[in-house]
């Protein structure tokens, strides 16, 4: 992503500096006038008063935009950790975390029932699932836990368009835990990868708990 920006502003720049001028001079014809439009005149008729005014009460404008900093810094401190909406990305990225030691075959068995449970569902287009660590280990885990990846049909083909997500996902739940001895962890692909990146978990919320020994060490 970063070489795709640094290659669009690099491509921008050169395009600017040789193809704009040269379009421009073969397209740009007449005699060419500069004047300011109607939008640009009404603008100016607001900000030179505004301008003037406050470089004469200098004392005034310090002690508004004192004021102004001082609320926004108490509406700050009242903001949560989050300020943009939660991006709804359509699928589901399903964790399927079974008991530590679960071998190989016995994940993939478990797998393909939760599997089959989850296509029954009308809204589910199709599902695949990722167990381990693959070839590349970009992502290790144990055969244990196992990606789970539901793509989801459009809310047009829904058996009920009306129903919300938060809605089919307690649907889901509720189907899935006829699977026994599986624990279930809900969100979304991109979401997930980029909680991993950030914090190195895939939740919202992650729990650190840190026992320290305080006992007096004993004399020999």
Known sequence: ????????????????????????????????????????????SVYEPVLFFSLKRPAI???????????????????????????DEGDIALHAMRITGTGLEQSIEMQKQLELIIGEL???????????????????????????????KPRSEWANPSK???????????????VPRNNYEFTQPIEMRFNELIA????????TISISSNRPAIAP
């Open 122 to 152: 009308d809204e589910v287009e199709r599902v695949f699932s990722k167990i381990g660590t693959p070839e590349v280990a970009t992502d290790p885990m144990p055969p244990s836990v196992a990606d789970t990846i539901l793509i989801i």
């Open 200 to 207: 190195g978990v895939r939740a919202d919320v992650a729990l």
């Open 1 to 44: 992503m970063a070489f795709t920006v640094v290659a669009a502003l690099i491509g921008a720049l050169i395009f600017s500096i040789t193809f704009v001028p040269a379009a421009i001079a073969i397209f740009v014809k007449g005699k060419v006038n500069e004047k300011e439009n109607w939008l640009m005149s009404k603008a100016r």
């Open 61 to 87: 404008i310090v002690l508004v935009a004192i004021g102004l900093m001082a609320v926004t810094s108490y509406q700050l401190t009242r903001l949560g950790s989050e300020f943009l909406p939660k991006l």
């Open 164 to 178: 919300t997500k938060e809605e089919f996902i307690d649907e889901l739940r509720h189907h899935i835990e006829q």
